[in-house]
């Protein structure tokens, strides 16, 4: 070959590998999401199996005799009607169905389809228990493609009172392994169905908490492997009839749920008995779930008990079961710890424990669970931070703010119990911060003024940040047998400053304080003064570690944002070891955590496009003493803190060059076939 052709070759060979990711990224196939593996999979593989699946049930009918059937209707996502047998539409659709009704006067469901569960546990002499279960058995009959009906084989009494609420619940799952790999819930699809078997319109529903405000954290709600994906299907089958047998426990859904959440905090589990159940053949353990918002925010109902017809049901008909579930520690039947009286049904309930009554921590629902941090006898804290001077590279800055309470009356801050001014910079990636006590700060025309010790860098440049931080010890029920010493925190504020005379550029925002707090509710960190994730990042930046509270000799651990929380949130399913020490020693180990959602979500956390590559010029290198890698690129960190294997590590060294940095992007970034998002698609 001549050297003439060879060259030709080459170059055609390097043009095809520089042009490949942009071949390999093609707009999302229409109907997915970009966040949806459909949306990368061929267009002719798409357009033939139309991945996912869409059931409803169109009516349902209880004949004299007992006999329920439901019409039901299947489709793709388009709603191309799917044939069930997989012959005619690719891939089999499996569904089971269950029944119940609401007994006339009550508020719970309990089901017409059950079984017998026996103790599976080896050794376990338990007896066999009923429990609520799906239909089996039934017959299928098409009507038309994608149009069933599903007689049961379980059939209602013939005294089965026709005036009452009934529903059908149906779980639907198309097998699709056949042509690509997808998570089981992907092909999943759920439906619940009410009806009043004689015609009439239904009147009596149970709707206390809505799958979507689930969702919240679980991204999404799956159960038992992933056929079950709402709360509207699992409160058909947790009735108060379902016991486990291996246990004895109850698996109605308000009992069930409420433990699980209570989880570490349940005070059975205190007292050393942990909260697990028996299912399929292995022990499921509750016992060490930490609610995302602390022990504190279970107290705060509406968190779940939201954008639902019966949300605030919890406080108007309090019942023993829902209330000891979380309470586990109380003996209805002989009065332990219930002020020594017994209570053999739910009918008295409401006669102490009413919706609210005159005081906070009193016997109502919402005294009983008041928040100490939020109670209304506290002044309340509020900062704000209104101007800095002397802000040139080399100076001392001076900061103005105020510090006022609830009513707008200005606080001693020399009486304050904490009170600090934090700054850093530049804005553009903070390097470090200095922290410094200004509760001494002079009054200045209304306002504190304080002058910091600590000079800027003589080549800063830029604009910088100060934060401020602080609280105040409060005594609440003071002189009463509820009397407690409360922090009254204030809410952290970040103010920006230009230190070379530019247009002042605040800090970058990757995230918001609302997306946290769709599962954390309230952030209350270090103590709870630090509540602000724009805060958080102030001190949490590339280069701060935890070595200055490490013993001496000790490897430290990077606690920069980034690594912090995405760590944090991997948990569980971290490779290696992430124990960070904190404040007075504290021994803090995040290998346990287990996340309620799906991290591949990037926008669970993150606003859209702010995790892109590539990121932002001049962000600095991060330190990372006891990874890998010791010293890892912004986007190397990013990705390696859950992604935290050595080969992930070697990879992000190999694509790093000493000189000109990291070359992630090449094949990671928007228009790349292994983008971000493509890489992390569901």
């Known amino acids: ?63 004299k005799d007992g006999t329920i059937t439901a019409r039901v209707n299947i489709t793709d996502p388009k709603g191309l009607p799917l044939d069930r047998d997989g012959i005619t539409t690719p891939g089999t659709v499996s569904m089971s169905l269950i029944a119940a009704y609401i007994p006339a006067g009550q508020k719970q469901y309990l089901s017409y389809t059950t079984n017998t569960a026996k103790a599976s546990q080896p050794g376990n002499t338990n007896p066999s228990q009923i429990q609520a279960a799906n239909d089996s058995g039934g017959i299928w009959t098409k009507n038309a493609d994608g149009d069933y009906t599903y007689t049961f084989k379980t059939k209602a009494p013939t005294t089965f009172d026709a005036t009452v609420t009934h529903a059908i619940g149906i779980s639907a799952r198309r097998d699709l392994s056949e042509f690509l790999t997808q998570e ?23 709707s206390i908490v809505p799958t979507a405000v689930c969702n919240n954290c679980h991204d999404p709600m799956i159960g038992h492997g992933g056929s079950r994906t709402t709360v509207e299907l699992c409160i058909l089958c947790h009735t108060p009839q379902t016991i486990n047998p291996d246990t004895k426990l109850s698996q109605d859904m308000p009992v069930l749920i409420h433990k699980i959440h209570m989880g570490k905090n349940l005070p059975s589990v205190k007292a050393g008995t942990p909260y697990r159940i028996w299912h399929r053949g292995k022990w499921s353990d509750f016992s060490e779930v930490g609610f995302p918002s602390g022990v504190n925010e279970l107290k ?6 939201q954008k639902a017809p019966q949300a605030g049901v919890y406080a108007t008909a309090p019942s023993r079961a829902a209330c000891g579930s979380c309470h586990d520690n109380v003996n209805f039947a002989t009065g332990e710890n219930h002020v020594n009286l ?63 309470d609830k009513t707008g009356t200005s606080v001693d801050i020399a009486k304050m119990d904490f009170l600090n001014l934090v700054m850093t910079g ?47 010890n409060v005594t609440i029920n003071p002189g009463t047998v509820k009397s407690v010493v409360v922090r009254d925190v204030g809410f952290n504020k970040v103010f920006y400053f230009p230190v070379d005379g530019a247009k002042v550029v605040a800090r970058r925002q990757i995230v918001t304080q609302a997306l946290c707090a769709t599962c954390h509710d309230k952030l209350l ?82 606003l859209p496009g702010t995790y892109d590559l590539p990121l932002p010029d001049g962000l600095i290198n991060q330190t990372t003493p006891r990874d890998y890698l010791t010293t890892q690129g912004p986007a190397t960190a990013a990705c390696l803190s859950c992604h935290t294997t050595k080969a992930t590590a070697a990879h992000a060294a190999t694509m790093t060059s000493p000189t000109l940095g990291e070359a992630c992007d090449a094949c990671h970034g928007p228009n790349s076939g292994s983008s971000v998002v493509k890489a992390h698609a569901r």
């Open 525 to 606: 960190l270090h103590g709870g003064i630090r509540q602000s994730v724009e805060y958080c990042v102030v001190c949490h930046n590339p280069t701060v570690t935890d070595a200055g509270v490490r013993k001496t000799g000790d490897i430290p651990e990077s606690i920069n944002f980034k690594t912090l929380i995405h760590k944090i949130h991997t948990g569980s399913n971290l490779t290696t070891d992430f124990t960070v020490i904190g404040h007075g020693g504290s021994v803090n180990n995040y290998n346990g955590v287990g996340y309620v959602g799906d991290r591949r979500s990037c926008e669970r956390c993150h």
């Open 300 to 305: 705060t109902c509406e968190v779940c008990h």
């Open 184 to 206: 089981e819930w992907a092909q999943v699809s759920n439906d619940v169905y009410n009806f009043v078997p004689d015609g009439s319109v239904v009147k009596v529903t149970r």
């Open 342 to 404: 017994p209570q053999v049904s739910d009918n008295q309930c409401a006669n102490c424990h009413r919706p609210s009554g005159e005081t906070e921590f009193d016997a109502s629902i919402k005294g009983g669970h008041t928040v100490a941090t939020r109670s209304q006898q506290l002044p309340g804290v509020m900062f704000e931070i209104t101007g800095v001077d002397n802000a040139k590279p080399g100076q001392k800055p001076s900061v103005t703010f105020t510090v006022r």
């Open 1 to 63: 070959m001549s050297s003439k052709k060879l060259f030709l070759g080459a170059a055609i060979v390097v043009l095809a590998v520089l042009l490949m990711p942009l071949a390999a990224q093609k707009a999302p196939n229409a109907g997915y999401s970009k966040h949806e593996k459909a949306a990368y999979l061929d267009q002719n593989l798409v357009n033939f199996v139309r991945p996912g699946v869409k059931v409803k049930i169109a009516s349902a009918a209880i004949a």
């Open 426 to 472: 530049s804005t553009l990636d903070y390097n470090g911060y200095v922290s410094e006590d200004v509760r001494k700060a002079p009054v200045v025309g209304g306002q504190f003024v304080y002058t910091f010790n600590a000079a800027l860098p003589a080549a800063a440049k830029g604009s910088y940040a100060v934060g401020i931080e602080g609280f105040k």
